[in-house]
């Protein structure tokens, strides 16, 4: 058996590292000592893993479910040995997270206190509102705003995350709004990935409304649209926890506090449930810790 699992290790050491050489020079073994524990790995399973020619190799249909399926079940062994020793109690390993641009930055400050706590643990983090092909970008958590839960990976649900409309001070003195309607003479600024022509949607404990706005400034991420806001260039909506320190600063207004954008959702997506390392779980309540803050 213990063979068997080094030839997995192997095995997972080359198709990550792209080439028996370069897997070879990682775990300290002749090229040919490599060549010969995989041959023997797929004699044993009955398949080919690995396509191989003298200038590249690639994964075979199999080899790749092979690789996705043994992954997590060996990093869960090795964690669960490590759990057993009481001289190994830090976080090691390494964990490859997608943010949110705008809640991401939130984030930031507390993971890298975490990774100066965990020196052993090595944090790759993508600050980033594009939805990651979690499997095949070997993300191991993703945190993801939705109206809905995803579907084809399982999620957590942390937290409900509400979207009031602010404006700058100045734009509220100067004139201010007592009703949806009137938000239709007043610029806007908004997400450019929403339809420039789309109608703001709102809604409070006993309505929804659709309002026709006039959008003056759009951008791809929270922090242009919050300086936007701060300059005075229009009304919009912002999820709350991005404007905490602007609300404190006088720096923004909220207005029409009985309405809000549509709720959205944030959800802890993992590729794989069923092994979710002890440093992957210890981020996922950092971050609890941290919205709940």
């Known amino acids: ?28 073994m002749k090229q040919s000592a490599v060549s010969q524990q995989i041959a023997a790995l797929e004699e044993d399973l009955g398949v080919v893993l690995l396509h191989r020619t003298t200038r590249a190799m690639a994964l075979t249909e199999q080899g790749e479910r092979y690789l996705q399926q043994m992954r997590p079940m060996l ?9 057993l020793r009481p001289t190994q109690q830090a976080l090691q390993g390494n964990v490859h997270i997608q943010l949110p641009s705008g809640l991401g930055q ?14 052993e643990m090595h944090l790759n983090i993508s600050l980033d509102d594009r939805i990651a092909e979690l499997v095949s970008e070997r993300v191991d958590i ?9 579907e084809l990976f399982p999620a957590r649900l942390l ?10 001070p100045e734009r509220v003195h100067q004139q ?18 929403i339809a420039h022509d789309a109608p703001l949607k709102l809604i409070s404990d006993d309505a929804t409304l659709a309002i026709k706005v006039n959008t003056v400034f759009r951008a791809n991420n929270s922090e242009g649209l919050l300086q936007a806001l701060q300059a005075n260039i229009g009304i919009g909506g912002m999820q709350l926890p991005l404007v905490t ?29 069923r092994f979710i390392p002890l440093r992957v779980r210890r981020i996922v309540e950092l971050i609890e810790q941290v919205l709940a803050d």
């Open 75 to 83: 990093a869960a062994m090795v964690e669960f040995e490590s759990q």
């Open 176 to 193: 201010p709004i007592t009703s949806p309607e009137e938000l239709a003479f007043n610029p806007h600024v908004r997400f450019s990935a």
């Open 106 to 119: 939130l984030f930031l400050p507390h993971l890298l206190r975490l990774q100066q706590h965990n020196p």
């Open 245 to 273: 320190e602007a609300i404190k600063a006088g720096t923004l207004v909220r207005i029409l506090p009985e309405y809000r954008l549509p709720d959205r959702f944030l959800y802890a997506v993992f590729p794989d449930a």
């Open 142 to 150: 993703a945190l993801r705003l939705s109206e809905t839960p995803p």
């Open 159 to 168: 937290a409900r995350i509400q979207t009031p409309l602010f404006a700058a």
């Open 1 to 28: 058996m213990n063979n068997k699992l080094n030839a997995i290790n192997t095995f997972i050491r080359v198709a990550e590292a792209g080439s028996f050489s370069a897997a070879a020079r990682q775990v300290g």
